[in-house]
């Protein structure tokens, strides 16, 4: 079947540095996404992953292990306006469509002062 | 500016009328999507469509109707046969083939049904 797994809730202080894991099981994985989403907003696209290894893009990194079923999102230097919903989508292509995404429930991450 | 866009950004309707959600880009994406979010679920599909004239029910089609009479337009209809409406709908697109064919979402129109 096709299960994807992220922690309901994280914390975490300003200016530190967080990792936000996704585990992932599917039978024809083509692609992971990551997408933030604040509070009664749509989700915003942060970050695709296919190939394993690590993707930077200013203070937001998105790894992944295709052998493992396994990314995580790394977000530095956190700032108050990083709280949010932290979304992990994979693409299947045995899912019946390539284009359609298998979705997490999401982590939602509070940074306090 | 290429975007997504959803009207209205709330909705509020009586039980037992059917409703259409608008969603319009201007990014020349072929394929375009509806997905509903309820608090404490992941994002569900309802209804897809890769090209004009042509769709795909998603995961939850029921009680829902689409058309995509031009590719820049993919309106959702809520009908009185959707058991729990009240739910916040987005609606996203992504470009045939580009690398990712990443998904874009427009803002969102919260229903609520009374």
């Not at chain 2, 795909?56 to 058991?83: C, H, M, N």
Request: aromatic share 12%; net charge neutral.
């Amino acid at each position: 079947g096709q299960n994807i797994d992220q922690p309901t809730e994280m914390t975490a202080t300003e200016g530190a540095i967080v990792q936000i894991n996704c585990t992932y099981q599917t039978s024809g994985f083509n692609g992971l996404f990551w997408y933030q989403q604040h509070a009664g907003e749509a989700p915003t696209f942060l970050s695709y992953n296919v190939l394993d290894g690590l993707e930077e893009k200013g203070r937001f990194s998105s790894f992944l292990s295709r052998s493992k079923g396994y990314s995580y999102l790394l977000l530095k230097e956190l700032q108050m306006k990083d709280s949010a919903s932290y979304l992990c989508a994979v693409r299947d292509y045995n899912a019946g469509n390539n284009r359609k995404l298998i979705w997490g429930l999401g982590t939602s991450l509070a940074v306090n002062p | 500016d290429g975007g997504i866009t959803q009207s209205p950004k709330y909705l509020f309707r009586k039980e037992g009328q059917n409703v259409t959600l608008s969603c319009e880009q201007n990014l020349n994406h072929d394929a375009m999507y509806w997905y509903r979010q309820d608090p404490g679920q992941g994002l569900r599909l309802i209804y897809y469509s890769q090209i004009v004239n042509d769709f795909q029910k998603g995961d939850i089609a029921e009680g829902y109707s689409v058309s995509r009479e031009k590719k820049e337009s993919f309106p959702l209809t809520v009908t009185s046969a959707q058991k729990n409406p009240t739910a916040f709908y987005l609606c996203a697109s992504s470009g045939a083939g580009t690398k990712d064919e990443t998904q874009y979402f427009g803002p969102g129109t919260r229903l609520l049904v009374l």
